[in-house]
């Protein structure tokens, strides 16, 4: 699935995909930040923070500076 979003005046991407499949997050570089494990690529020169949570991977990209990329993906909490 694919949602988008408007965040301080830039368009944010979020996909969310099963865990586990073609895309192995554990094979890419990762950090941790507030607590939350990122796995960070870069794609066409986009910054792509991903992480997984309950079997689903969420990956977000954006025209956002990558250093606030990637703290938004770290607070990012989906709704229940």
Do not use: C, K, N
């Not at 969310?16 to 554990?26: I, N």
């Not at 949570?53 to 990956?59: Q, R």
């Amino acid at each position: 699935a694919a949602f988008y979003y408007e965040w301080r005046g830039h368009r944010v991407t979020v996909l969310a995909f099963p865990s586990g499949g073609p895309v192995r997050l554990g094979e890419l570089q990762h950090v941790d930040v507030q607590g939350r494990r990122l796995f960070v690529s870069t794609v066409r020169g986009y910054s792509v923070p991903a992480f997984e949570l309950d079997g689903v991977a969420y990956a977000m990209t954006g025209d956002v500076d990558s250093r606030e990329l990637i703290q938004l993906a770290a607070g990012s909490r989906p709704s229940e």
